[in-house]
């Protein structure tokens, strides 16, 4: 593609990857959005999106018509195969990956902004949209909360429009009959992770069978599941079995906005963060976060 902008005898071209990755960065924050709400993991969102990018740089710009539309189709296959290979994979470690040359993330992400985007999911709504088959999930995810119609994505699901819609309908009443209590507080939120972390550090398995979910899940990125061991672990008892006797150089924190703890190193650096998701005065989800980029965007205090 030529851009001709005559200043005198001096011209201006843009080729076809540049008109490209000019797109991507234009739509990167909000197909983030769609794989975070995917996934419930801002590291995973970022994989997808990674992934996004690999493919689009490999394709040919002309066969590109509708971008945007092309990005949120991709980055929603990719997910719905994430989600497929999880369910295969519940507790296998996540093998760290290198990445790939990529348009450069923009300087100075708004922790404000993470922490809005975690807020208007809730922890607790993740949990419930990880009961759903993924196909509903997707269907619910990209019309619900995206308003993006039928048409769109019932190639991505590959059923028609009128199956895609049962499959968002199904997800919706699901949601409404299964989703727990609003997220606590953060008053309470806090009083319920310190409490976990004292009985933690005390390896009172006992007390932390009181404050998880029956259904908790722990998941952790990749960094921090190669310290721990771990990708994904369900149930209270294997969580607290896990915790039990850890947690003892953890400090309460506001992780992305909610109750929290941080693993610092004697220099002062966050090595690992844990978010907590509060739900019905249990804990209903944790998630583990040692990824550096991560962590500086997560918004700590």
């Known amino acids: 593609m030529w851009q001709e902008s005559q200043s005198g005898t001096e011209y201006v071209t843009v080729n076809d990857d540049d008109v490209l990755a000019e797109g991507f960065e234009r739509n990167r924050p909000r197909l983030r959005a769609v794989a975070y709400r995917m996934l419930g993991s801002f590291a995973e969102a970022d994989d997808a999106v990674q992934e996004a990018w690999l493919r689009l740089s490999g394709t040919d710009g002309g066969e590109v018509g509708n971008l945007d539309a092309w990005l949120t189709t991709v980055v929603g296959r990719i997910c719905l195969d994430m989600l497929r290979s999880r369910r295969h994979r519940r507790e296998e470690p996540i093998d760290g990956r290198p990445v790939a040359d990529r348009p450069a993330v923009a300087d100075g992400a708004d922790p404000e902004r993470e922490a809005l985007l975690a807020d208007s999911v809730g922890v607790a709504l993740l949990v419930v949209l990880d009961t759903l088959i993924p196909a509903e999930r997707l269907a619910f995810v990209l019309h619900d909360m995206f308003a993006i119609s039928f048409d769109e994505i019932a190639p991505i699901v590959g059923r028609t429009s ?54 908790v899940v722990l998941r952790a990125d990749a960094a921090a599941a190669r310290r721990g061991g771990t990708s994904e672990m369900r149930g209270s008892g294997a969580v607290a079995s896990f915790f039990a006797g850890r947690a003892q150089a953890a400090v309460p924190a506001l992780v992305a906005g909610a109750a929290g703890a941080v693993v610092r190193t004697p220099d002062g650096e966050i090595v690992v963060a844990l ?27």
């Open 162 to 215: 009128a199956a895609t819609r049962q499959l968002a309908s199904r997800a919706r009443r699901r949601i409404q009959g299964a989703a727990p209590a609003a997220d606590a507080g953060t008053g309470r939120q806090r009083e319920i992770v310190d409490a976990f972390l004292a009985a933690s550090r005390g390896g009172d398995f006992d007390t932390l069978l009181t404050l998880l979910d029956p259904d």
């Open 275 to 301: 978010r907590f998701g509060v739900a019905g005065g249990r804990v209903v989800a944790i998630e583990a976060i040692s990824d550096r980029d991560e962590l500086r965007r997560l918004g700590v205090r």
